[in-house]
């Protein structure tokens, strides 16, 4: 009893000590007095890591008579973002689902700290189809929603009684303390950081673009300040301008609440996540640092652990030196210091050890291209009455590595198809050098598998000049089609496997020029990094779209933007250059 008693008195304090730090937190940066708040934010970190807003305890998951995972034991607490990571398949949906409580677990329990808020980024789009944008992100706040509808209710009736003048001004007292006078212009605020303009906040979301739509459920998820949020792929389908304004609202979100994030946009966990959560062979475990830190530091256990003429001091040694190096990286925002303090603290025994498996992507050229690589002059197409390409021209030089990017992505799709012959332009024309040879990865993939009932190793067979089983399944082995898997029929597939299957096919051709179009689309954040390792690796030109930031940023070395009106814009650098670039054109 007293220790229940003990643990509610500490639960209260740290919930009206959370309230007293914001509300000086701000007085203080007023004043510019950030030496008192710094002194705030450390003692306020030193009491959000000790108090768990969610813990679990012994929690399982059983489907089948198979276990998801079990025997998870994890809490998490206030100031920090956590992105769950994990295969394709491993559980990180289901892992949200279980902790917003739409999903129960076979055993053990979540307990949520009292009175808080949670909200959940809804999937489906048509649920709202009814209301408009503005009540769709307002309803987020579920009760400041009711109580603005039961207000208008209340006083559009022709006989207010007494009765009825005492409930309004009890709503009106809850609809003060919600914030409801500035419900809307918050709804709109975040609808416009999200890139969706003023003019069409009272439009109803039956007639809104499935992609607008995208950007409504994730406002909704971020309004009212709620005390937890739980984001499951929120960067899907969002411009560059969108994800750079959801960072920025995550890391100012982290000083008084709690982030859960499921991405497989390394970039965007990176920037946010103080820690990760990795769902890995039935196991789910918490580790201190982003993404970069998980993979690199998985990487060099893996190695260690190999390293067996390797004393264990000298083991010690080389984590102790790479825990440094992380910690001592610049910090380029208070999230980052954040994340250096913890690693401070971090020691050898909880690094992590992931045993997850890699598939091997690389690409080699059979021969090097020569100095003609491929010419575009003047190409113009127009598709549907829509002009996609409105003289279009550029040249590929020895050693270009070039990105396609922009909103037109139908354009880009246009180009890729246009190089490869699949379409004739209206106008222009496209050369190829002749010590050129290509190999394509389309955004659509179905007509390689549509129709074809062959085993996997009879349909990679087809693009391999060796046709031997032995070399095959090997080389399906690499790309983690082992044992019996290999004589899958190909429409049996999973969209990430066909990914998979269309790499294999590609490394086999021996081309001195990849064009790849979405390659990252279906695919899991280890399959993800082996693409990435193989496009730096790859010594011949590359012409690549995809929406992973950070692999733009390691492979490209020139950017073309595709233009909504049909025009490029063409610029020498890397991806960060060119978003640098955009950002001072905007500004001036």
Same mark, same amino acid.
């Given at each position: 009893?007293?220790?229940?008693?003990?643990?509610?008195?500490?639960?209260?304090?740290?919930?009206?000590?959370?309230?007293?730090?914001?509300?000086?937190?701000?007085?203080?940066?007023?004043?510019?007095?950030?030496?008192?708040?710094?002194?705030?934010?450390?003692?306020?970190?030193?009491?959000?890591?000790?108090?768990?807003?969610?813990?679990?305890?012994?929690?399982?998951?059983?489907?089948?008579?198979?276990?998801?995972?079990?025997?998870?034991?994890?809490?998490?607490?206030?100031?920090?973002?956590?992105?769950?990571?994990?295969?394709?398949?491993?559980?990180?949906?289901?892992?949200?689902?279980?902790?917003?409580?739409?999903?129960?677990?076979?055993?053990?329990?979540?307990?949520?700290?009292?009175?808080?808020?949670?909200?959940?980024?809804?999937?489906?789009?048509?649920?709202?189809?009814?209301?408009?944008?503005?009540?769709?992100?307002?309803?987020?706040?579920?009760?400041?929603? +009711?109580?603005?509808?039961?207000?208008?209710?209340?006083?559009?009736?022709?006989?207010?009684?007494?009765? *009825?003048?005492?409930?309004a001004s009890e709503l009106e007292t809850e609809f003060a303390e919600?914030?409801?006078?500035?419900?809307?212009?918050?709804?709109?605020?975040?609808?416009?950081?999200?890139?969706?303009?003023?003019?069409?906040?009272?439009?109803?979301?039956?007639?809104?673009?499935?992609?607008?739509?995208?950007?409504?459920?994730?406002?909704?998820?971020?309004?009212?300040?709620?005390?937890?949020?739980?984001?499951?792929?929120?960067?899907?389908?969002?411009?560059?301008?969108?994800?750079?304004?959801?960072?920025?609202?995550?890391? *100012?979100?982290?000083?008084?609440?709690?982030?859960?994030?499921?991405?497989h946009d390394r970039h965007f966990l990176n920037t946010v996540c103080?820690?990760?959560?990795?769902?890995?062979?039935?196991?789910?475990?918490?580790?201190?640092?982003?993404?970069?830190?998980?993979?690199?530091?998985?990487?060099?256990?893996?190695?260690?652990?190999?390293?067996?003429?390797?004393?264990?001091?000298?083991?010690?040694?080389?984590?102790?030196?790479?825990?440094?190096?992380?910690?001592?990286?610049?910090?380029?925002?208070?999230?980052?210091?954040?994340?250096?303090?913890?690693?401070?603290?971090?020691?050898?025994?909880?690094?992590?050890?992931?045993?997850?498996?890699?598939?091997?992507?690389?690409?080699?050229?059979?021969?090097?291209?020569?100095?003609?690589?491929?010419?575009?002059?003047?190409?113009?197409?127009?598709?549907?009455?829509?002009?996609?390409?409105?003289?279009?021209?550029?040249?590929?030089?020895?050693?270009?590595?070039?990105?396609?990017?922009?909103?037109?992505?139908?354009?880009?799709?246009?180009?890729?198809?246009?190089?490869?012959?699949?379409?004739?332009?209206?106008?222009?024309?496209?050369?190829?050098?002749?010590?050129?040879?290509?190999?394509?990865?389309?955004? +659509?993939?179905?007509?390689?598998?549509?129709?074809? +009932?062959?085993?996997?190793? +009879?349909?990679?067979?087809?693009?391999?000049?060796?046709?031997?089983?032995?070399?095959?399944?090997?080389?399906?082995?690499?790309?983690?089609?082992?044992?019996?898997?290999?004589?899958?029929?190909?429409?049996?597939?999973?969209?990430?496997?066909?990914?998979?299957?269309?790499?294999?096919?590609?490394?086999?051709?021996?081309?001195?020029?990849?064009?790849?179009?979405?390659?990252?689309?279906?695919?899991?954040?280890?399959?993800?990094?082996?693409?990435?390792?193989?496009?730096?690796?790859?010594?011949?030109?590359?012409?690549?779209?995809?929406?992973?930031?950070?692999?733009?940023?390691?492979?490209?070395?020139?950017?073309?933007?595709?233009?909504?009106?049909?025009?490029?814009?063409?610029?020498?650098?890397?991806?960060?250059?060119?978003?640098?670039?955009?950002?001072?054109?905007?500004?001036?």
């Amino acid at each position: 009893i007293w220790i229940n008693f003990l643990i509610s008195y500490w639960h209260s304090w740290c919930l009206s000590a959370k309230s007293y730090y914001s509300r000086f937190s701000v007085f203080c940066k007023s004043c510019h007095n950030f030496f008192t708040l710094s002194f705030l934010q450390n003692l306020w970190y030193t009491v959000a890591e000790v108090i768990p807003m969610i813990t679990i305890s012994d929690l399982a998951l059983q489907y089948s008579g198979t276990f998801l995972f079990q025997h998870v034991d994890l809490q998490f607490t206030a100031g920090n973002c956590y992105g769950v990571i994990g295969a394709n398949g491993a559980g990180k949906s289901t892992f949200l689902k279980l902790l917003s409580g739409e999903l129960d677990s076979t055993k053990g329990t979540i307990s949520i700290k009292p009175g808080l808020r949670m909200s959940v980024l809804k999937q489906d789009q048509f649920r709202y189809d009814a209301y408009t944008i503005l009540d769709t992100v307002i309803m987020g706040n579920q009760r400041l929603y +009711d109580i603005m509808k039961q207000k208008d209710a209340l006083y559009a009736k022709p006989d207010f009684s007494d009765e *009825d003048g005492l409930l309004a001004s009890e709503l009106e007292t809850e609809f003060a303390e919600l914030n409801g006078w500035e419900a809307e212009s918050d709804a709109s605020r975040i609808l416009q950081g999200l890139g969706v303009p003023v003019e069409l906040h009272n439009d109803r979301m039956a007639d809104t673009d499935g992609r607008i739509k995208v950007k409504v459920l994730l406002a909704q998820a971020l309004f009212g300040q709620p005390d937890i949020i739980l984001l499951d792929e929120p960067t899907n389908n969002l411009d560059i301008e969108s994800i750079n304004w959801l960072e920025n609202f995550i890391l *100012d979100y982290e000083d008084n609440g709690l982030v859960i994030v499921v991405s497989h946009d390394r970039h965007f966990l990176n920037t946010v996540c103080t820690h990760i959560v990795d769902i890995d062979y039935g196991k789910i475990r918490m580790y201190v640092g982003n993404y970069d830190f998980w993979y690199e530091s998985s990487q060099l256990m893996q190695n260690l652990i190999r390293s067996k003429n390797k004393r264990n001091e000298e083991k010690i040694a080389e984590l102790q030196a790479f825990i440094s190096r992380f910690s001592a990286n610049k910090a380029k925002s208070k999230q980052a210091t954040a994340r250096r303090r913890l690693l401070d603290k971090l020691s050898v025994e909880e690094m992590p050890a992931s045993s997850r498996r890699y598939p091997f992507v690389g690409f080699t050229q059979e021969r090097e291209v020569g100095k003609d690589i491929l010419f575009v002059t003047d190409v113009s197409k127009t598709v549907d009455g829509v002009k996609l390409l409105d003289k279009v021209s550029f040249i590929v030089n020895r050693g270009d590595k070039i990105a396609f990017v922009g909103e037109n992505e139908v354009a880009q799709t246009t180009m890729f198809k246009i190089l490869m012959g699949e379409l004739e332009p209206d106008e222009g024309t496209v050369k190829w050098g002749v010590s050129t040879s290509q190999s394509y990865f389309p955004k +659509d993939n179905s007509e390689y598998f549509d129709g074809h +009932d062959e085993t996997l190793v +009879d349909w990679l067979r087809q693009f391999s000049e060796k046709k031997d089983d032995v070399y095959l399944r090997g080389f399906l082995g690499r790309m983690l089609f082992s044992g019996e898997d290999v004589f899958k029929s190909v429409k049996v597939l999973s969209g990430g496997e066909k990914v998979r299957c269309m790499l294999s096919r590609m490394m086999l051709s021996g081309a001195n020029v990849i064009l790849l179009d979405q390659p990252t689309n279906h695919l899991d954040m280890e399959s993800i990094q082996a693409v990435n390792k193989g496009l730096i690796a790859f010594p011949g030109n590359i012409l690549l779209a995809s929406h992973d930031h950070e692999m733009l940023q390691s492979v490209a070395n020139r950017i073309i933007e595709f233009r909504p009106d049909g025009t490029i814009c063409d610029r020498l650098g890397t991806y960060d250059e060119y978003l640098e670039y955009q950002a001072a054109l905007k500004n001036s």
